[in-house]
Each structure stands twice: as C-alpha cells, then as structure tokens.
Nanobody, 122 residues
C-alpha cells in the first residue's frame, strides 16, 4: 500500500516558477515509477511527467525543458520543478504511483494523491 500527499501548489503569476512535492508512505516506494498528472477545469486528466524507479525521466512534449521531475528514494519524495508557468497550466496536479517500475501512464497507475491546486494568473 502506498499513500501519496502532494504539497506546494498555490497562486503564481505567469512566468513564475514553482516546485511541487509528493511525500509517499509505504515500504516499496523505490520500486514504483512515479509521476505527475494534472486536470484543468472541464478537461480530462493528463500526463505531465514521469520518472522510473531507476531515475529515467519522461515528459509531455510541451513541458520538456520547462519542467523537471526528480525523486529521492531515501526520503520517499517526488518533486516537480516547473518554470515559465503559463495561465493555461492552471490545474489540480496529482502525484501518482505506477504499478510498474519502468512504465507510467494512466492505465498503470495504482495509487493517486489527493491533488494540489496550482493557479497561474496572467
């Protein structure tokens, strides 16, 4: 069993940077691929970034170069550093744990956090 708790959301201005954190509980944190998804009002939840158990990162194309995902297995933390934020990135951001070590997509998610709201003002 894994429990995920996100933090770090809030209100920022366009162009600002922000880092989200996800604290995980559970003994096998290091065995899961981890990721961040987001859901904007009226839209479907979408993949943002993922990181395998060995540390390889994957990003949605529009975020590559602006967002950085990282993990600290010893502290059971996952981070999402977001730079040059845009108003259209206003959404609830969810931390997620995959059931697999090296694959993360909507269909492999075993655990979700409760989400943290990010609002980017123009």
């Amino acid at each position: 069993q894994v429990q995920l708790v996100e933090s770090g959301g809030g209100l920022v201005q366009a162009g600002d940077s922000l880092r989200l954190s996800c604290a995980a509980s559970g003994r096998t944190f290091s065995a899961y691929a981890m990721g961040w998804f987001r859901q904007a009002p009226g839209k479907e939840r979408e993949f943002v970034a993922g990181i395998t158990s060995s540390g390889s990162a994957l990003y949605t194309y529009s975020m590559k170069g602006r967002f950085t995902i990282s993990r600290d297995n010893a502290k059971k933390l996952v981070y999402l550093q977001m730079n040059s934020l845009k108003p259209e990135e206003t959404a609830v951001y969810y931390c997620a744990a995959s059931s697999l070590a090296n694959v993360i997509r909507m269909s492999t998610i075993a655990y979700w956090g409760q989400g943290t709201l990010l609002t980017v003002s123009s």
